[in-house]
């Protein structure tokens, strides 16, 4: 339990730690690894474990360990390639991804069109269905007007000729009669013919409606259900990369500890020299500044840029000052971080060192680059150099922007410029 709280801290620490990182560390030396180191030693544990969120839970990433430089380059290396290829998986998916998307919003304008239709004909219908209410008001209306005269013309159509003309009070009047029921009878058969049309047109159009309506509805539920398994197809793509993504991250991490443990080891063998000067400088940790400008050496680490775009109290920022100012090197040139100066530098770069020139490390998140002060053998500082080792001058040592002079181990350097 104790393990996962310290876990738990550390990963809070770096999460705290990555929001103030201003953006000039791409050119600090190290200072990824200075971010797991400060923590491993206030937490004062070795940082072999990690804990990784994502997705809303945590979860422990499996403890990764090394033994030797090689070991924890191979297994850096090896987490690389996973990645490299866990990200193709994740540009292959993200290219479904977008494929389903434009499916979705097709669909879902498909079925946007279609709903205006729909609305438009159920208006129509609804329409129609008022004009069929109205027609058999109006048929009703007329039938009762009607009524009268058809009971009348029923009464006289019963009559025999004798008898209508008995009733009528000249022969004038029983022509008129005549006359009169066939213009009523006309007009019936009319009217009941227009009304009958009319309504058998208002069917038939109400019946072509309700015909489209019942498939622009069952179209609409198809475009329905295709969108929904578009849906769940992106929902199912989302998921597969946020699993390769926490994969990604847990491998970062991962590497990020191996690259600790890697710089460890590079340091086990280093002695600190002191006997320094200028102990007023904020820079200086028991061995002096090195001649290190106080302006800069006097200002909170990483606060402002130095010749060569180098952010102060950082490796490179004093490498860069001296070979150019005290070796007097003005065209020098170089870029990047620590690790990239070997293939950056328009200097020649060689595999022996020599005093002045530039001693690089290319092991780590960022490398890391020194002076070097005296070879195998020499005196400096009053002592003999120790064989397979070399006297070195070097700022940002650990991590919190400190000088100091030492003897460091021919084995840490993969070149050296000069």
Request: net charge negative; glycine share 8%; hydrophobic share 35%.
């Amino acid at each position: 339990m104790n393990d996962l709280i310290t876990h738990a801290i550390i990963r809070s620490s770096v999460n705290q730690n990555k929001k103030v990182m201003p953006k000039s560390k791409k050119q600090s030396s190290r200072h990824a690894l200075l971010t797991y180191r400060r923590i491993t030693m206030a937490a004062g544990v070795s940082l072999v474990a990690l804990v990784l969120v994502s997705g809303g839970f945590t979860r422990l990433v499996h403890a990764v360990t090394c033994s030797s430089i090689s070991d924890c380059q191979n297994q850096i290396s090896n987490l690389n390639g996973q990645n490299a290829q866990t990200q193709a998986s994740i540009n292959s998916l993200q290219l479904q991804s977008e494929g389903y998307q434009a499916a979705i919003n097709t669909l879902d304008a498909q079925i946007s069109s279609l709903e205006a239709q729909i609305s438009s004909n159920q208006a129509h219908q609804a329409s129609i269905e008022q004009q069929i209410t109205a027609n058999q008001q109006e048929i009703a209306n007329k039938k009762a007007s009607l009524a009268d005269d058809v009971k009348t013309m029923y009464i006289n159509g019963s009559m025999t000729t004798i008898e209508e003309l008995a009733t009528s009070k000249n022969l004038s009047e029983y022509v008129d009669k005549q006359e009169y029921q066939t213009v009523v009878q006309n007009q019936l058969t009319g009217i009941i013919q227009q009304i009958t049309a009319l309504e058998n047109t208002l069917q038939q159009q109400k019946a072509q409606v309700d015909q489209l309506l019942t498939a622009q509805n069952a179209q609409n539920a198809q475009l329905a259900s295709a969108q929904a398994q578009q849906a769940q197809l992106l929902s199912l793509n989302q998921q597969q990369q946020d699993s390769y993504n926490a994969q990604v991250s847990a491998n970062q991490h991962a590497i990020s500890a191996l690259q600790s443990q890697q710089a460890a080891i590079i340091q086990a063998g280093t002695q600190s020299l002191g006997g320094g000067t200028y102990t007023s400088n904020i820079c200086n940790n028991g061995s002096g500044t090195g001649g290190y400008p106080a302006g800069w050496c006097d200002t909170v680490q990483d606060s402002m840029n130095t010749p060569g775009n180098f952010p102060n109290r950082e490796c490179t920022s004093y490498a860069y000052w001296y070979f150019t100012q005290v070796e007097g090197h003005g065209d020098f040139s170089v870029s990047g971080n620590a690790n990239q100066w070997l293939g950056t530098s328009n200097y020649p770069t060689h595999s022996s060192p020599q005093v002045g020139g530039l001693a690089v490390e290319t092991a780590g998140t960022f490398g890391h680059v020194a002076v070097v002060q005296a070879l195998p053998g020499a005196m400096f500082q009053g002592r003999i150099v120790p064989a397979g080792e070399i006297a070195v001058s070097e700022m940002n040592y650990d991590f919190y922007g400190h000088f100091r002079y030492s003897y460091s181990p021919l084995s840490k350097f993969a070149g050296y410029i000069y």
